[in-house]
């Protein structure tokens, strides 16, 4: 009943040993307490096919000794010679085919059962982990990259539910293997059995030693099929840049160096693998030698020939279990990496006495003293202060990494403050259920997102239950009525993934389009207008003015020319509002926003912002 060879399925990155093997197998365990009757039930078929395999070579010492010591019963004289009674002697033996028969029937059932069993334990761990993805604050996803995540989620879990079946099945056999046949060699002889059990303590240590030394292989070359992995994900995202900048050369040399070091790896993982069987059937041939000297000099034949078929059934279990072993080092490396996800912190979705509906939120929102830091050791945000009115505009400027996405960003809570607070109409943030909360704003950014489908799902996407009218009345609002309806099949043109089957200004006139349709109470704009023509994005600023009235929007610019009709700027340099007021005053002012100002239309000096993330 060995299982197979454990096959590849990659994610295990060179610092994600297993730190915590006994704990992570624990809890692996717990998570089976659904399934605990079906795996007392698979446990009991598994006992029942170890029976019948036990009960062979007894029967078959049974007959080699009445054979032995009573002829009689399998010969008779016919005219002088001996005669076997073949009838007598293939009803015996066909006894025996019975054992065996049954004993593989019920090893195969063993299998049937654990196969949905094992489907269902996989199923729940990828609903868990979907579930926790969609809990995680978009801070976890600045730690980790996406390939990571995604190999996470789809390899880990994998090899965990593919190797699943193997390791109960092999170590519930194992276990009844191991205690039966030991019980079954003792009756027949306790001196061979010592004999045998002399040869184990060094079996144990092969299994151990090898095993060993095998899961750092194993590590090794899951480290770099992470890296590797990583590699691959980077650069078909991004072969666009990969050939704007002739770097296909230095890509290929980077793959080909970790591929190296994974083929080396691979190598020796697979040496390690692969030398456990022939060393310890090196020693168990040495025991068999130890048995047929030890045996022959005190045993009968039937208690020899039984005695060295149930040696060789007491070596399975150790074979078994040095077979999987690295299945189960795999297995539960894995599970510990599924598990660090799991146990990341999130933000409860519902908060206790929250507030659960939008329905009657206005758009009053305040920044009280918001501190805020990507890193603890570089502060972006101290003691942030700022209010808008219900239907305010509010224009936010400022050069690079000065925190205008920042302060959109924490208005979303993809990220949450260290100190102070943000309320809408007089309640924290922290206060609104995600959806409540989410579904108030709606935004278009300047990175455009959308998923393969029609084009019509992709603009109703907040608002599913959207008739086909009102996404007609949405794309002609956003100005994309009339480049959809050019477009094969129009509103069911299928955009592919990210939507790079249409200029990157239609995708952002597409999602302009979705977040007119779910007529938001509050308005994010980040950059909205940045891949149109301006002929374009004078007529999208007029639908945007309309559909901003009363409101209160938010729009984050670069093109200062795009908010001078806004009511409040806000002007911010190095995380801090350094001043607000209208166009006009601002440009009165002949302050920071002039010199801005005057950087972009008229040439004058360069204005220096910050590093760090907008």
Same mark, same amino acid.
């Given at each position: 009943m060995a299982g197979p060879r454990h096959g590849r399925m990659g994610g295990l990155t060179e610092n994600d040993k297993a730190?915590?093997?006994?704990?992570?197998?624990?809890?692996?365990?717990?998570?089976?307490?659904?399934?605990?009757?079906?795996?007392?039930?698979?446990?009991?078929? /598994?006992?029942?096919?170890?029976?019948?395999?036990?009960?062979?070579? $007894?029967?078959?010492?049974?007959?080699?000794?009445?054979?032995?010591?009573?002829?009689?019963?399998?010969?008779?004289?016919?005219?002088?010679?001996?005669?076997?009674?073949?009838?007598?002697?293939?009803?015996?033996?066909?006894?025996?085919?019975?054992?065996?028969?049954? =004993?593989?029937?019920?090893?195969?059932?063993?299998?049937?059962? $654990?196969?949905?069993?094992?489907?269902?334990?996989?199923?729940?761990?990828?609903?868990?982990?979907?579930?926790?993805?969609?809990?995680?604050?978009?801070?976890?996803?600045?730690?980790?990259?996406?390939?990571?995540?995604?190999?996470?989620?789809?390899?880990?879990?994998?090899?965990?539910?593919?190797?699943?079946?193997? /390791?109960?099945?092999?170590?519930?056999?194992?276990?009844?293997?191991?205690?039966? +046949?030991?019980?079954?060699?003792?009756? +027949?002889?306790?001196?061979?059995?010592?004999?045998?059990?002399?040869?184990?303590?060094i079996s144990v240590f092969i299994t151990i030693f090898i095993a060993k030394n095998s899961q750092k292989r194993f590590k090794a070359y899951y480290g770099q099929l992470g890296k590797l992995n990583g590699v691959i994900e980077e650069n078909y995202s991004g072969y666009k840049i990969v050939k704007l900048f002739n770097k296909e050369k230095e890509t290929i040399q980077t793959f080909t160096k970790i591929n190296v070091t994974l083929t080396e790896a691979d190598r020796m993982s697979q040496f390690y693998s692969g030398i456990i069987f022939p060393a310890i059937n090196f020693v168990n041939n040495l025991g068999f030698v130890g048995i047929a000297v030890v045996g022959g000099l005190s045993q009968n034949l039937g208690n020899m020939v039984a005695f060295f078929i149930l040696v060789s059934l007491f070596q399975r279990?150790?074979?078994?279990?040095?077979?999987? =072993?690295?299945? /189960?080092?795999?297995?539960?490396?894995?599970?510990?990496?599924?598990?660090?996800?799991?146990?990341?912190?999130?933000?409860?979705? $519902?908060? *206790?006495?929250?507030?659960?509906?939008?329905?009657?939120?206005?758009?009053?929102?305040?920044?009280?003293?918001?501190?805020?830091?990507?890193?603890?050791?570089?502060?972006l945000f101290e003691g942030l202060n700022l209010d808008v009115h219900p239907g305010d505009t509010v224009a936010i400027v400022g050069p690079t990494g000065a925190g205008k996405t920042t302060l959109v960003n924490l208005l979303m809570r993809f990220y949450?403050?260290?100190?102070?607070?943000?309320?809408?109409?007089?309640?924290?943030?922290?206060?609104?259920?995600?959806?409540?909360?989410?579904?108030?704003?709606?935004?278009? $950014?300047?990175?455009?997102?959308?998923?393969?489908?029609?084009?019509?799902?992709?603009?109703?996407?907040?608002?599913?239950?959207?008739?086909?009218?009102?996404?007609?009345?949405a794309s002609k609002a956003a100005l994309a009525h009339f480049f959809i309806s050019t477009l094969p099949g129009g509103y069911d043109f299928e955009l592919s993934e990210d939507g790079t089957n249409v200029s990157q200004?239609?995708?952002?006139?597409? +999602?302009?389009?979705?977040?007119?349709?779910?007529?938001?109470?509050?308005? /994010?704009?980040?950059?909205?207008?940045?891949?149109?023509?301006?002929?374009? *994005?004078?007529?999208?600023? *007029?639908a945007m003015t309309r559909l901003m009235k009363q409101r209160t929007s938010f729009v984050i610019a670069h093109r200062l020319s795009t908010i001078k009709n806004a009511k409040l700027i806000l002007v911010m340099n190095k995380g801090k509002i350094v001043e607000t007021g209208t166009h006009m005053s601002l440009l009165e002012k002949n302050g920071f926003y002039a010199e801005l100002y005057n950087a972009q239309f008229t040439g004058g000096q360069h204005v220096n912002g910050t590093s760090e993330a907008s």
């Open positions: 730190k915590n093997f006994k704990g992570t197998l624990r809890r692996l365990i717990g998570d089976f307490k659904p399934f605990i009757p079906k795996l007392v039930f698979v446990s009991f078929i /598994i006992t029942t096919s170890v029976v019948f395999t036990l009960l062979s070579p $007894l029967y078959i010492r049974n007959i080699i000794s009445e054979m032995t010591t009573n002829p009689g019963l399998f010969f008779t004289m016919v005219d002088g010679a001996l005669v076997l009674d073949w009838d007598l002697l293939i009803a015996r033996f066909g006894i025996i085919v019975g054992f065996y028969f049954f =004993s593989h029937f019920f090893v195969w059932l063993t299998e049937f059962l $654990l196969i949905p069993l094992s489907n269902r334990y996989s199923y729940n761990l990828r609903k868990n982990f979907q579930a926790k993805m969609d809990t995680l604050p978009l801070s976890f996803f600045d730690k980790q990259t996406y390939g990571e995540v995604l190999s996470r989620g789809t390899n880990d879990i994998d090899r965990i539910s593919g190797s699943l079946q193997t /390791i109960v099945s092999n170590v519930i056999n194992s276990m009844f293997l191991f205690i039966g +046949t030991l019980v079954m060699m003792l009756i +027949t002889s306790w001196q061979l059995t010592l004999v045998a059990l002399g040869i184990l303590p279990p150790f074979q078994q279990l040095g077979q999987i =072993s690295n299945v /189960i080092q795999s297995s539960i490396a894995a599970a510990e990496r599924v598990y660090g996800i799991m146990d990341e912190k999130t933000v409860p979705l $519902l908060p *206790e006495n929250a507030t659960l509906t939008n329905d009657k939120v206005r758009g009053h929102i305040q920044f009280r003293d918001v501190h805020f830091a990507y890193k603890e050791d570089a502060p949450e403050v260290n100190k102070g607070e943000i309320t809408l109409d007089g309640i924290p943030l922290t206060h609104y259920s995600y959806p409540a909360l989410r579904t108030s704003f709606g935004m278009v $950014l300047q990175d455009t997102w959308l998923f393969k489908g029609t084009i019509r799902d992709n603009i109703r996407y907040g608002k599913s239950e959207a008739s086909h009218e009102e996404v007609e009345e200004g239609q995708r952002q006139l597409i +999602t302009i389009a979705r977040a007119i349709l779910t007529q938001p109470k509050i308005l /994010i704009l980040d950059e909205a207008t940045s891949s149109v023509d301006t002929r374009t *994005e004078a007529s999208i600023q *007029e």
